[in-house]
């Protein structure tokens, strides 16, 4: 089996995404966040593989980019 983990703790993934773990929760709430998996009843995880592609759909070249972005998502709801 591979050296790589594939999946971080919660406070590990706020460390990671330089977030607080109340902001990843309020996130979770809000289903702004990262997708998580539901590792017990008590414990949540967020797979590495998905991480990479929460942050790779945010990635933007220009502000302008982020507003159209931002509008898109706001009408959308």
């Known amino acids: 089996m591979s050296a790589r ?3 971080l703790s919660e406070i590990e993934t ?3 995404l330089s ?3 109340r902001t990843l929760q309020a996130m979770r709430l809000e289903g702004t966040g990262p997708a998580f998996i ?3 009843q ?3 995880g967020y797979a590495l ?3 990479e592609r929460w942050i790779s759909e ?3 070249r220009s502000t302008a980019e982020a507003t159209v972005r931002a509008q898109r998502e706001a009408a959308s709801c």
């Open 5 to 7: 983990r594939l999946v």
């Open 14 to 16: 706020a460390e990671e």
């Open 19 to 21: 977030l607080s773990v």
């Open 38 to 40: 539901k590792l017990t």
């Open 42 to 44: 008590r414990r949540i």
């Open 49 to 51: 593989s998905e991480l």
């Open 58 to 60: 945010r990635s933007v």
